[in-house]
């Protein structure tokens, strides 16, 4: 049986450098693990089937002692899976020590091939109410989006983590727990942008998550309609392109105007990444980006 390895701070660039070969399925491990590489995100932990020749990694329980937000991805487990080889993320998810299949369980951001094992397991283990969605990963690179002008009586600036982290977790559908120090952390340490009108409202917003892609894209309802998301978008990138860096995105296939409105901004489909629940009671059930 090959053993379960729990990641060093010292051996992240390892880890790093394994999951850079394995882009965009294990882009979730990989922005994680270069953001807290860089520290702006801290209280992973990681854990390999096989070491140094990886296997399969695993994100374990966020270590509260290095977390602002811990209690956001423990209070129910979360993690990402990620192996180019299914078969050996099924043997990393039937390790007990690694996984408790009779609690709930959210893996965010596992590619597709992965998820199907879940899936697989999840039924076999009593998972009555799991969930699954799919979102496409979107990316631009320097010089192909053009940004798009603020609007006459709106101001654009970066969310402040104090002042606006309540708004934005009031404007996401799955917040649950915990969110509104999770977005607080989000804020404190990646880029944003917000558009505000004359009043100090926020009306459009989105924002970077830890793992290195867009998410959260809000337009007030009253606002839609006069292109604020694409100026948010356009705006935000332009924090990566000053950097020579592209931008990453995820948009929900189900969404047909953001899906239009980023491929008309210039972005691409490079990949798709998948959230889904373990639930063996209804009490749980809940999908959430």
Not at 76 to 103: A, G, I, M
Not at 216 to 229: I, N
Request: overall charge negative; hydrophobic content about 40%.
């Amino acid at each position: 049986m090959q053993p379960l390895h729990k990641v060093t701070p010292e051996e992240l660039p390892v880890l790093l450098e394994w999951a850079a070969q394995h882009l965009p399925g294990a882009q979730k491990i990989y922005g994680t693990v270069k953001e807290e590489l860089n520290g702006r995100w801290q209280g992973p932990t990681y854990y390999t089937l096989g070491w140094p020749e990886i296997l399969a990694v695993g994100e374990g329980p966020v270590d509260a002692s290095r977390s602002q937000c811990a209690d956001f991805f423990n209070d129910t487990r979360h993690t990402c899976v990620y192996s180019p080889n299914p078969e050996h993320v099924e043997k990393l998810l039937r390790r007990p020590e690694f996984l408790d299949w009779t609690r709930p369980i959210m893996f965010h951001a596992t590619d597709p091939d992965s998820v199907n094992v879940v899936e697989k397991i999840s039924s076999s283990t009593g998972g009555q109410f799991s969930q699954r969605m799919s979102f496409n990963l979107f990316a631009a690179y320097p010089g192909e989006i053009a940004p798009r002008p603020v609007p006459d009586g709106f101001e654009l600036r970066q969310l402040d983590p104090d002042q606006d982290a309540e708004f934005v977790t009031s404007t996401w559908a799955y917040r649950r727990n915990y969110t509104v120090p999770y977005v607080r952390e989000v804020l404190s340490n990646f880029p944003s942008v917000g558009i505000f009108n004359r009043q100090g409202e926020c009306v459009a917003l989105e924002i970077m998550s830890e793992f290195g892609t867009a998410v959260l894209l809000f337009t007030r309802e009253d606002h839609r309609g006069r292109g604020l998301a694409s100026c948010v978008v356009s705006q935000l990138a332009q924090r990566f392109f000053q950097e020579n860096k592209p931008i990453l995105a995820t948009v929900s296939p189900q969404n047909k105007a953001a899906m239009d409105m980023h491929q008309k901004l210039g972005f691409k489909v490079i990949g798709k990444l998948c959230w889904f629940v373990h639930a063996i009671t209804s009490d749980k059930v809940f999908i959430a980006l």
